[in-house]
Nanobody
Framework: QPHLVESGGGLVQPGGSLNLSCVASRFTLNYYGVGWFRQAPGKEREGLSCIGTGDDSTYYADSVKGRFTISRHRDKNTLYLYLQMNELEPEDTAVYYC?????????????????WGQGTQVTVSS
Protein backbone atom coordinates (compact mmCIF):
# COMPACT_ATOMS: atom_id res chain seq x y z
CA GLN A 1 0.00 0.00 0.00
CA PRO A 2 1.31 3.50 -0.79
CA HIS A 3 2.54 5.74 2.04
CA LEU A 4 1.62 9.41 1.70
CA VAL A 5 3.34 12.31 3.47
CA GLU A 6 2.27 15.92 2.98
CA SER A 7 4.19 19.12 3.65
CA GLY A 8 3.99 22.79 2.84
CA GLY A 9 1.11 23.97 4.99
CA GLY A 10 1.28 27.09 7.12
CA LEU A 11 -0.16 30.51 7.86
CA VAL A 12 -0.77 32.84 4.94
CA GLN A 13 -2.60 36.14 4.51
CA PRO A 14 -5.74 36.38 2.34
CA GLY A 15 -4.75 36.68 -1.30
CA GLY A 16 -1.49 34.83 -0.70
CA SER A 17 -0.19 31.55 -2.08
CA LEU A 18 1.06 28.21 -0.80
CA ASN A 19 2.39 25.13 -2.56
CA LEU A 20 1.59 21.83 -0.89
CA SER A 21 3.67 18.73 -1.58
CA CYS A 22 3.03 15.05 -1.09
CA VAL A 23 5.51 12.22 -1.38
CA ALA A 24 3.80 8.93 -2.22
CA SER A 25 6.22 6.07 -1.68
CA ARG A 26 5.59 2.43 -2.60
CA PHE A 27 3.31 3.77 -5.33
CA THR A 28 2.70 0.96 -7.80
CA LEU A 29 -0.85 1.88 -8.80
CA ASN A 30 -0.54 2.88 -12.41
CA TYR A 31 -4.15 3.53 -13.17
CA TYR A 32 -5.47 5.27 -10.08
CA GLY A 33 -5.67 8.98 -9.53
CA VAL A 34 -3.92 10.84 -6.75
CA GLY A 35 -5.28 14.01 -5.30
CA TRP A 36 -6.20 16.30 -2.45
CA PHE A 37 -9.02 16.48 0.07
CA ARG A 38 -9.46 18.99 2.84
CA GLN A 39 -11.41 19.23 6.07
CA ALA A 40 -12.37 22.58 7.51
CA PRO A 41 -13.32 22.95 11.19
CA GLY A 42 -16.81 21.59 11.78
CA LYS A 43 -17.21 20.40 8.18
CA GLU A 44 -16.96 17.11 6.32
CA ARG A 45 -13.93 16.18 4.25
CA GLU A 46 -14.18 17.64 0.75
CA GLY A 47 -12.56 16.37 -2.43
CA LEU A 48 -10.66 19.24 -4.08
CA SER A 49 -8.60 17.94 -6.94
CA CYS A 50 -7.38 14.75 -8.59
CA ILE A 51 -4.87 13.95 -11.32
CA GLY A 52 -4.46 10.74 -13.25
CA THR A 53 -1.30 8.68 -13.04
CA GLY A 54 -1.79 7.00 -16.41
CA ASP A 55 -2.69 10.24 -18.17
CA ASP A 56 -2.89 13.97 -17.45
CA SER A 57 -6.60 14.19 -16.79
CA THR A 58 -7.56 16.39 -13.85
CA TYR A 59 -10.53 17.30 -11.70
CA TYR A 60 -11.10 20.45 -9.65
CA ALA A 61 -13.95 21.24 -7.29
CA ASP A 62 -15.80 24.42 -8.19
CA SER A 63 -14.62 26.03 -4.97
CA VAL A 64 -10.97 25.94 -6.10
CA LYS A 65 -11.17 25.93 -9.90
CA GLY A 66 -9.03 28.68 -11.38
CA ARG A 67 -7.13 29.23 -8.11
CA PHE A 68 -5.53 25.83 -7.41
CA THR A 69 -3.37 23.77 -9.76
CA ILE A 70 -2.50 20.10 -9.28
CA SER A 71 0.60 18.50 -10.75
CA ARG A 72 2.72 15.42 -10.28
CA HIS A 73 5.86 13.67 -11.42
CA ARG A 74 7.16 10.19 -10.82
CA ASP A 75 10.51 8.57 -10.11
CA LYS A 76 10.13 4.78 -10.27
CA ASN A 77 7.83 3.82 -7.37
CA THR A 78 7.78 7.25 -5.75
CA LEU A 79 5.25 9.79 -6.91
CA TYR A 80 5.52 13.48 -6.09
CA LEU A 81 2.24 15.39 -5.95
CA TYR A 82 1.77 19.14 -5.67
CA LEU A 83 -1.06 21.58 -5.12
CA GLN A 84 -0.28 25.19 -6.00
CA MET A 85 -2.83 27.35 -4.18
CA ASN A 86 -3.25 30.97 -5.21
CA GLU A 87 -5.65 33.72 -4.17
CA LEU A 88 -6.21 32.02 -0.84
CA GLU A 89 -9.28 32.97 1.16
CA PRO A 90 -10.14 32.50 4.84
CA GLU A 91 -12.61 29.82 3.69
CA ASP A 92 -9.64 27.76 2.48
CA THR A 93 -8.52 27.24 6.08
CA ALA A 94 -8.46 23.49 6.63
CA VAL A 95 -6.34 20.40 7.05
CA TYR A 96 -5.27 19.26 3.58
CA TYR A 97 -4.81 15.56 2.84
CA CYS A 98 -3.07 13.75 0.03
CA UNK A 99 -5.17 10.75 -1.06
CA UNK A 100 -5.43 7.83 -3.44
CA UNK A 101 -7.33 6.61 -5.35
CA UNK A 102 -9.53 9.42 -6.66
CA UNK A 103 -11.54 10.18 -9.78
CA UNK A 104 -10.71 12.71 -12.45
CA UNK A 105 -14.13 12.63 -14.12
CA UNK A 106 -16.01 14.17 -11.22
CA UNK A 107 -15.94 14.60 -7.45
CA UNK A 108 -14.55 11.60 -5.59
CA UNK A 109 -16.84 10.15 -2.91
CA UNK A 110 -15.22 9.76 0.49
CA UNK A 111 -15.83 6.01 0.34
CA UNK A 112 -13.58 5.63 -2.72
CA UNK A 113 -10.41 6.80 -0.98
CA UNK A 114 -8.28 4.01 0.46
CA UNK A 115 -5.10 5.78 1.53
CA TRP A 116 -4.73 9.09 3.39
CA GLY A 117 -1.73 11.12 4.38
CA GLN A 118 -1.48 12.54 7.89
CA GLY A 119 -2.59 15.99 6.73
CA THR A 120 -1.05 19.44 6.73
CA GLN A 121 -2.70 22.53 8.24
CA VAL A 122 -3.38 25.57 6.07
CA THR A 123 -4.55 28.72 7.81
CA VAL A 124 -5.57 31.81 5.87
CA SER A 125 -5.84 34.79 8.14
CA SER A 126 -4.74 38.39 8.43
Amino acid sequence: QPHLVESGGGLVQPGGSLNLSCVASRFTLNYYGVGWFRQAPGKEREGLSCIGTGDDSTYYADSVKGRFTISRHRDKNTLYLYLQMNELEPEDTAVYYCVTPCWTGHRTPLSVVDVWGQGTQVTVSS
